[in-house]
């Protein structure tokens, strides 16, 4: 049973740049959060998607925005790359959210560092 | 969401208990107390939640005081591999987001 993947592992972008990244969620979850984490910080709740929709969101500008498909895997897009967007961006999945299980899986993350 | 303390770092003797504490004072009465902790360069791991009553699963302990103002995490037999940062925090009834600080560092060293 794979657990939560999360693609790429690694990437670099520049300023300015688009960026596009990728969560599957563990088997049998249909609901995908996105988690920014800085070094030495605890992750930072980005957003959430069930049933396609957003429907939850933390305290992040616009240029953070995602997507969710019918298979339920998910996408995350940041705009504009800031120096300040260099994290770890790690995905969780659930089913039916907190509310109905209390508990988050996450993935390993997708490390993106900003020049 | 309630505010959480931890103390920034800790050591344990592998063998031996680890008793991690949480202070949560301002927590009300729909508010959930989480742990999770992270293992160097790997996603956060659930380990446990309650509400009031003491809680015990295979990887842990959760004891919340009965004023609910602070609980303690208990590993009953600390391994290395339980060397990692471990987060507390409360989430409210209803909330999707998990709000971590910066959790308290466990090493368990040999």
């Known amino acids: 049973d794979a657990g939560v993947t999360q693609s790429p592992t690694h990437l670099i972008k520049t300023r300015g740049q688009q960026v596009t990244l990728r969560c599957s969620p563990k088997?049998?979850?249909?609901?995908v959060s996105w988690y920014q984490q800085a070094l030495g910080q605890g992750p930072q709740f980005i957003f959430q998607?069930?049933?396609?929709?957003?429907?939850q969101r933390g305290n992040f500008p616009d240029r953070f925005s995602g997507h969710q498909f019918p298979n339920y895997s998910s996408e995350l897009n940041v705009n504009a790359l800031l120096l300040g967007d260099s994290a770890l961006y790690l995905c969780?999945?659930?089913?039916?959210?907190?509310?109905?299980?209390?508990?988050?899986?996450f993935g390993e993350g997708s490390r993106l560092t900003v020049l | 969401d309630a505010k959480t303390t931890q103390p920034p770092s800790m050591d344990c003797a592998e063998g031996r208990a680890a008793n991690l504490p949480c202070n949560h004072s301002?927590?009300?009465?729909?508010?959930?107390v989480y742990w999770y902790r992270q293992i160097h360069s790997q996603g956060p791991q659930y380990i446990i939640h309650?509400?009031?009553n003491n809680e015990t699963n295979e990887m842990a302990s959760l004891i919340i005081t009965e004023d609910r103002k602070s609980s303690t995490l208990i590993l009953p037999h600390a391994t290395l591999r339980d060397t990692a940062v471990y987060y507390c925090?409360?989430?409210?009834?209803?909330?999707?987001?998990?709000?971590f600080g910066k959790g308290t560092k466990l090493t368990v060293n040999p």
């Open positions: 969780a999945s659930s089913s039916q959210g907190l509310a109905q299980t209390g508990e988050l899986f």
């Open positions: 998607y069930y049933e396609e929709e957003e429907r």
């Open positions: 309650g509400l009031k």
């Open positions: 088997s049998g979850h249909d609901t």
């Open positions: 301002t927590i009300s009465g729909n508010e959930y």
């Open positions: 925090i409360v989430r409210r009834k209803g909330s999707e987001k998990l709000v």
